[in-house]
């Protein structure tokens, strides 16, 4: 089985550019989080999707956004860069369901964006 | 303030011999656990998870213990390889949270042959 996909792996923006960053979930997993890793914060929670619907959202202002597609694959933008943001964006999966039983998530390579 | 810390940020052993690696949470509605080993450049790998309503959870040579009342969660790795060598994080979640992992800092295990 294939594992969670994201592109693009290296990215540079310059500042006050916007970002789209993709993650293509394991198959059959419905549940999508991101999460950024700085080496100040370490790894912090951004969003989760589920069938198409942001059921939690974690500490970021509203720069950082995402989205869900019927086929499960999500992704997230950034606009208006900054310099902090600048980090390692790393695309998670599960099997999660509402209510369900709790399944570990499974993380992709994530994707190294640095902004000048 | 930080809900989740691991207290070493390194940690070296002797190939063979036990690893141990330690967490502390303060929140005491987290009920489920889990720990990863991250290599440089790539994501985050889930090894083991723990539920509240155990105190013990193994596969293979990986052991999780987890006391409540300490609002402690050790992982044990035994034998310890040189291949283990990596960054550990340890994460817990509320009930209900769906996805909403909350992370410690991380201990870098150095296995050394």
């Known amino acids: 089985k294939a594992g969670v996909t994201q592109t693009p792996r290296y990215l540079i923006k310059t500042r006050g550019q916007q970002v789209t960053l993709s993650c293509s979930p394991i198959s059959g997993h419905r549940s999508v989080s991101w999460y950024q890793q700085t080496p100040g914060q370490g790894l912090q929670f951004l969003f989760e999707?589920?069938?198409?619907?942001?059921?939690n959202k974690g500490n970021f202002p509203g720069r950082f956004s995402g989205r869900q597609f019927s086929n499960s694959r999500s992704e997230m933008n950034v606009s208006t860069l900054e310099l902090g943001d600048s980090a390692l964006y790393l695309c998670a999966s599960s099997l999660l369901s509402q209510g369900g039983l709790s399944s570990p998530l499974h993380f992709g390579n994530g994707t190294r964006l640095t902004v000048t | 303030d930080q809900q989740v810390k691991q207290n070493s940020p390194s940690l070296s052993v002797q190939e063979g011999r036990i690893s141990i690696l330690n967490c502390d949470y303060t929140?005491?509605?987290?009920?489920?656990f889990l720990w990863y080993k991250k290599y440089p450049a790539e994501g985050p790998t889930f090894l083991i998870s723990?539920?509240?309503?155990?105190d013990k959870n193994e596969d293979g040579r990986f052991t999780v213990f987890l006391n409540k009342s300490a609002k402690h969660l050790s992982l044990h790795i035994v034998p310890s390889q040189p291949g283990d060598s990596a960054v550990y994080f340890c994460?817990?979640?509320?009930?209900?949270?769906?996805?909403?992992?909350?992370f410690g800092g991380g201990t870098r295990l150095m296995v050394k042959p």
């Open positions: 999707y589920f069938s198409e619907t942001q059921r």
């Open positions: 723990i539920s509240s309503i155990k």
């Open positions: 994460a817990a979640r509320p009930n209900n949270a769906g996805n909403m992992l909350t």
């Open positions: 929140n005491s509605m987290f009920d489920y």
